[in-house]
C-alpha cells in the first residue's frame, strides 16, 4: 500500500550500446566541441539526428534527469549520459520533453525523450547527440561502436565493465 519493502525492479544484464536517434552514428573525436572530443566527459559515440524521439542508448536505472541530458545507470555499474545537442543547456529544457522518471527502469531502445531539433538550429547551436560513459576511467574495460545510418534503437556496438 504505501510501498514499504518494495523492491526494487532488477536490471537487465545488456551489455549493448544502442543509438539513441536515428541519423548518423559517428565517432566522439569528431564532435564539433573539445571536451566531448576529447573525452574529457567520457568514452562513447555522437549521433548527428534525423530523427526526433530519443531512445535510451543502455538498458539500466535512470538516475538523472537534466532539461538537456538524461543519465543511466547500467546493471555492471557503467553510468551513461545521453546528451542532446551541444551548448544547448543555454536553452533551459525548452527543446526537450524528457518521457521518464528519476528511478525508472528502462531498456535499451526505450523511448526517454523527444526534440524539437529546429528550436536548437535557430539558436544556432550543433544538434550533436552524445551517448557518453562517464565512469570511463574507473569502470570501462571496452568499447565498440559501429559508424554509419542508424535507426534510433539500433544496436550498434557494445560496452564491457571492468
Keep these: 500500500m ?3 519493502g518494495k523492491k526494487e525492479e532488477p536490471l537487465a544484464e545488456d551489455e549493448n550500446l544502442y ?3 536515428t541519423g548518423e552514428v559517428v565517432d566522439l573525436t569528431t564532435v564539433p566541441d573539445p571536451v566531448f572530443a576529447g573525452k574529457m566527459m567520457g568514452d562513447g559515440f555522437a549521433v548527428e539526428p534525423t530523427g526526433s524521439e530519443v531512445v535510451a542508448p ?3 536505472r535512470i538516475t538523472m534527469i537534466q532539461g538537456h541530458a538524461v543519465g543511466i545507470t547500467r546493471f555492471d555499474g557503467l553510468e551513461v549520459l545521453v546528451h542532446m545537442g551541444i551548448d544547448t543547456v543555454s ?3 525548452a527543446p526537450f520533453k524528457i518521457k521518464v522518471k528519476d528511478g525508472q527502469v528502462v531498456k535499451g531502445g526505450q523511448v526517454i525523450a523527444s526534440a524539437d531539433w529546429e528550436q536548437i538550429k535557430i539558436a544556432k547551436l550543433p544538434t550533436t547527440t552524445m551517448v557518453l560513459i562517464t ?3 574507473d569502470h570501462l574495460d571496452q568499447i565498440t561502436v559501429n ?3 542508424a535507426a534510433g534503437g539500433t544496436i ?6 571492468k
Design 19 to 21: 543509438t539513441p536517434v
Design 147 to 149: 559508424t554509419g545510418q
Design 135 to 137: 565512469n570511463t576511467a
Design 58 to 60: 543502455v538498458a539500466g
Design 156 to 161: 550498434v556496438g557494445k560496452a564491457t565493465a
Design 2 to 4: 504505501f510501498g514499504f
Design 91 to 93: 536553452l533551459n529544457g
